[in-house]
């Protein structure tokens, strides 16, 4: 899917999971448990290895923004979002 700057997005993406302490093999293995995490945001831009989405974004700098950082090799799927009511158009 061909995304634009400022296009809305939801991206499904798998965080990475840890644990400090010391376990043994199975309290290891077992522990944890797959992380499904879903970010929405504004399309900031996206390469071989990351997508970059913003949260915040100015409304008279177009390149005023937050960012946030998501190795490809996490994501399993990004929807484009619309809204119908939106108050302005960016």
């Known amino acids: 899917m061909k995304l634009k700057l400022n296009d809305k997005i939801e991206i499904h ?5 840890s ?3 010391w376990l043994d093999f ?9 992380t499904d995490c879903y970010t929405i945001g504004y399309f ?3 390469d071989k290895d990351f997508v970059w989405v913003g949260h915040s ?3 008279y700098e177009e390149a005023t923004r937050d960012c946030t950082m998501i190795p490809q ?3 399993k799927k990004i ?4 809204y119908k009511n939106a108050r302005r158009k960016i």
């Not at 929807?79 to 619309?82: A, I, N, S």
């Open 79 to 82: 929807w484009k979002l619309e």
């Open 13 to 17: 993406w798998l965080d990475t999971v």
């Open 57 to 59: 974004i100015g409304k």
């Open 19 to 21: 644990d400090s302490r």
């Open 73 to 75: 090799g996490c994501i």
């Open 44 to 46: 900031s831009k996206q």
């Open 26 to 34: 199975e309290g290891a293995t077992r522990r944890f448990k797959r």
